[in-house]
């Protein structure tokens, strides 16, 4: 058994940029893929998961000292510092529960499709670290090993629902045949834009306003291309950060780089995915009897969108001021930053693309997450402590990308019982977003059963 662990843990260590690729390849050489098909699928998704990882270290690098600026800027003082998913994730990975995880998680998907539960095949390998940080933290608040197993597989289970879900708008929006995203973050706030969209049209006036970068640009030309979005928005975060001229004008080639490269990298890993994608649903339909399946990945595809990017660098500075009217807040958000867009991704495409819409869900969204984590901070800083992260006992670590995750939240404050009148409050409002997330859902299908018929027809 300790042989199988420590071959897992290898493998986990190799990072997604390597562990993807590999997977891809075994997959695409049991669906009887050519072998050279099957090596150049694999490194093309290799070099987008590469090419991701370098524009957000990028943004990361460049975006982080304006943070701190503005947070000066704006007086606002917090004494817990946001280490981001790429400071959590490995400090779940080595969590007791992490490596049991993945089988775990695997078995769920296959127990789901045998049951006709969902139609999600998930081959996000990596991302199962998002299961493994809710099953880590309720192992640590109730200090059950097994209520940390069931944390993971009720985790799992929702995320592949999730996956269900959204698939119509993955798919109709963003244009990602045949894709799911049952993914630990973008996923879990979905049903709130579902909600906000609602709401929203019941409102007169309000709901007839969209802020469409693409409809924009048809009436404004050339004003509103993503370059040059992405070189307003550098100009914005530059001037509230205070810099010199120099900084502004540097700061937004930056910003239009990463709106405009975004989308070049995410390009390979469709390039990758997609024949594969397109062999697994076919073997998958041949024998289910023409049932429609997904394959589910990681969430990073949907960051190739103009409008999520644009949002992603509007949600820089307005997350910072979002963090100073958060009742008790004392996480500055910083790590993850340059990953709003994972936030806020799947809003955009319910939202169809209206900024205006993306803007009121984000903002609920990152005031829901900023709270969560100031909620779960203690057993945040217990998984670093057991990970031997921290050198310092009185210091506390804290993110918002899994740490501020409703569905961690929910099921361990329901098994502590620690804050009632939050988990009433999260509970009642996240379970009312689910709620009319499936019949919204339902009428998608619905949609887009039509729409295909239709296009059917035409052939």
């Given amino acids: 058994m300790d042989a199988l662990l420590s071959v897992v843990q290898y493998f986990v260590n190799l990072g997604a940029s390597v562990m993807l690729p590999i997977v891809i390849f075994i997959v695409a050489i049991a669906l009887g893929t050519p072998l050279g098909k099957a090596v150049k699928s694999g490194l093309s998704i290799g070099i987008g998961f590469v090419g991701i990882g370098l524009i957000v270290n990028f943004m990361l690098t460049n975006l982080s000292p304006a943070a701190q600026a503005m947070s000066a800027n704006f007086g606002i003082s917090m004494s817990v510092i946001d280490i981001g998913w790429p400071g959590m994730s490995p400090m779940t990975w080595a969590s007791r529960i992490a490596l049991v995880a993945i089988p775990v998680a695997i078995v769920v998907n296959l127990v789901m499709l045998a049951l006709k539960m969902t139609r999600v095949v998930n081959i996000d390998i990596w991302?199962?670290?998002?299961?493994?940080?809710?099953?880590?933290?309720?192992?640590i608040a109730t200090g059950s090993y097994t209520l940390g197993i069931i944390a993971v597989c009720i985790h799992a289970a929702f995320a592949y629902k999730i996956g269900d879900w959204f698939a119509p708008t993955v798919n109709r929006y963003f244009g990602l045949e045949g894709i799911a995203m049952p993914h630990g973050t973008t996923g879990w706030f979905a049903p709130i834009s579902v909600f906000v969209d609602f709401v929203i049209d019941k409102i007169p006036g309000i709901r007839d306003i969209d802020f469409n970068p693409t409809h924009l640009q048809k009436r404004f030309g050339t004003i509103c291309t993503p370059s040059v979005m992405g070189a307003i928005m550098g100009i914005i975060i530059?001037?509230?950060?205070?810099?010199?001229?120099?900084?502004?004008?540097?700061?937004?080639?930056?910003?239009s780089a990463v709106i405009v490269l975004m989308p070049v990298v995410v390009k390979y890993i469709m390039n990758g995915l997609l024949p594969i994608s397109e062999v697994a649903r076919k073997r998958l339909q041949n024998k289910f009897n023409e049932s429609r399946?997904?394959?589910?990945?990681?969430?990073?595809?949907?960051?190739?969108?103009?409008?999520?990017?644009?949002?992603?660098?509007?949600?820089?500075?307005i997350t910072i001021l979002v963090a100073a009217i958060v009742p008790g807040n004392i996480i500055l958000p910083f790590g993850d930053l340059p990953t709003i867009g994972f936030f806020i991704a799947m809003a955009v495409g319910v939202h169809g693309g209206n900024l205006f819409r993306t803007l009121i869900t984000g903002c609920i969204v990152m005031f829901m997450t900023i709270w969560i984590s100031n909620q779960t901070m203690v057993w945040q800083t217990q998984l670093a402590s057991n990970a031997g992260q921290l050198t310092d006992a009185a210091a506390k670590v804290a993110a918002l990308d899994q740490g501020g995750s409703p569905v961690t939240y929910i099921i361990t404050q329901i098994l502590t019982l620690q804050n009632i009148g939050g988990l009433l409050a999260i509970g009642a409002f996240y379970l009312i977003c689910v709620a009319f997330t499936i019949v919204w859902s339902?009428?998608?299908?619905?949609?887009?059963?039509?729409?295909?018929?239709?296009?059917?027809?035409?052939?």
């Fill in 127 to 139: 991302n199962i670290w998002h299961f493994a940080f809710t099953g880590a933290i309720v192992d």
């Fill in 238 to 255: 530059g001037v509230l950060a205070g810099y010199d001229v120099r900084g502004i004008l540097t700061l937004a080639i930056q910003m």
């Fill in 293 to 317: 399946f997904f394959i589910g990945l990681d969430c990073a595809l949907l960051l190739g969108d103009p409008v999520v990017v644009t949002a992603s660098l509007l949600f820089i500075p």
């Fill in 442 to 459: 339902r009428k998608q299908y619905k949609e887009w059963d039509e729409e295909t018929a239709k296009e059917n027809s035409q052939d």
